[in-house]
């Protein structure tokens, strides 16, 4: 399964870029990641969940374009879908590429009254800092090493997948039960109002509520994270340009995956545990500040998958984001100075929505580079047989590196059909460049 965090992501994009959305959001406002929703216990399942006007589709509400049961969304009037995988027949397409229908107001009736609900407003995310001292707190007081057997060794552990001895001490746990990381959480606020009293004192909650995954329960308990799991969770941090660890992701062990459940999830519980969202923001394995302009980067999605990268390469300075459909914009600023090398997910060659959304940055990117005169240049990343690119190279497959152009003569049908048609859409068209040599990737 893809990461569905980008799926979400793209859609709340896409809601916002379409003009859907009219609350202005300062600087200090919070993110509503659709991504954030923890899994809900003894929610209604049929009742949907609405922020600011938006629900994503479920299987009890499927898209009303592509009849999907995720990934897509609607207004919460239902008057228009935001489909991800249609484009025909769509009344315009959003910044992120999400197509936008409009519905006959026959389908509207029924839905009006949820309509009128209001969304609390949400919780005021914790300061870069703030976030920081408690995500590494929480790692070294529960580091994944804890759990050899479960998150380390073994044929899904850490070290299957590339890392270090040394590297998985980055790596977080969450014990299984709710009690544990109920007790986690009291004590990591402890620490919080210690290492922060000023920011402690200045909330009416519990401080750490203010940090993505903490929520506070009916009796006033601090919570950790949702229900109870057979097996401990892999806490995964995504760094900063400065290294510090804006949010974590959490992965969630096969035995623990409900039917439809992502294994990815962001450790986050704005809905309805009234916790503070994550966003989405971008990992990177390195610090801006230590490489210059006009050096080489690689972007892919998953933080993990780059750290793997960086083990297996030391040279290789990765840029991650959590889906092809994700963070875009953000992906685009921080690589600016650099020349790129684009290594996402194989399954473009056959997932004509997945081509899309990384045709869309690859031609944001160099509209990006125009637009700035830069000359820094795109490259894409291709191997044979693995998905991502860090199973590629744990199993030394011969890596090649391409020109855009180069890149649309490997793809045919629909995949390639959707790229032609949103660079048709986005104005854009591949400069023919020379093909160079990248090192990369090679040491
Ligand atoms: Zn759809």
Aim: hydrophobic content about 35%.
């Amino acid at each position: 399964m893809r990461n569905p965090s980008s799926k979400s992501r793209s859609l709340k994009q896409s809601l916002e870029s379409s003009h859907l959305r009219t609350q202005h959001r300062g600087p200090m406002s919070v993110h509503i990641s659709y991504s954030n929703q923890c899994r809900i216990i003894k929610f209604p399942q049929r009742q949907r969940i609405a922020i600011n006007g938006f629900c994503r589709v479920t299987k009890y509400r499927p898209c009303r374009v592509c009849r999907k049961p995720d990934w897509c969304g609607y207004t919460t009037d239902e008057q228009t879908s935001i489909c991800m995988r249609v484009s025909n027949g769509s009344k315009g397409t959003a910044r992120n590429g999400g197509n936008i229908f409009h519905h006959n107001r026959l389908f509207l009736v029924a839905s009006l009254r949820t309509a009128r609900k209001q969304a609390p407003p949400p919780i005021e995310i914790a300061p870069i800092e703030v976030r920081d001292a408690v995500y590494q707190e929480l790692i070294r007081m529960s580091p994944a090493v804890k759990y050899y057997s479960q998150l380390i060794d073994g044929p899904c552990g850490l070290l299957s997948r590339g890392l270090g001895e040394t590297e998985i001490e980055n790596y977080g746990a969450l014990p299984r039960t709710q009690k544990e990381r109920a007790g986690l959480a009291h004590t990591l606020n402890k620490f919080l109002k210690g290492r922060f009293p000023e920011y402690a004192v200045r909330s009416t909650h519990a401080a750490i509520i203010g940090v993505p995954g903490f929520w506070q329960d009916e009796l006033g308990n601090l919570q950790l994270w949702n229900r109870d799991y057979n097996m401990p969770l892999l806490v995964i941090p995504y760094r900063d340009d400065q290294g510090r660890i804006q949010a974590c992701q959490l992965h969630l062990h096969r035995n623990d995956l409900r039917t439809g459940e992502k294994k990815y999830r962001w450790l986050a519980c704005p809905f309805p545990f009234r916790g503070a969202s994550s966003g989405s923001p971008i990992h990177f394995t390195f610090k801006r500040a230590d490489l210059p302009p006009g050096k080489t980067i690689i972007i892919t999605e998953g933080a993990l998958k780059s750290d793997v990268l960086v083990s297996l390469r030391p040279k290789a300075r990765v840029i991650a984001t959590s889906g092809v459909s994700s963070s875009h914009a953000e992906i685009i600023e921080a690589a600016r100075a650099y020349n790129a090398l684009i290594a996402f997910d194989a399954d473009y060659k056959t997932n004509p929505a997945v081509a899309r959304q990384l045709a869309r940055l690859i031609a944001a990117r160099e509209q990006d580079i125009a637009a700035h005169q830069l000359p820094t240049s795109t490259r894409i990343v291709t191997w044979q047989r693995y998905k991502g690119i860090d199973d590629a190279v744990l199993a030394n497959m011969p890596l090649e590196t391409m020109t855009i152009l180069q890149w649309i003569s490997t793809l045919d049908g629909r995949p390639l059909q959707e790229v032609l048609r949103v660079w048709e859409q986005m104005g854009f068209t591949p400069n023919p460049v020379p093909s160079k040599t990248d090192r990369t990737l090679a040491e």
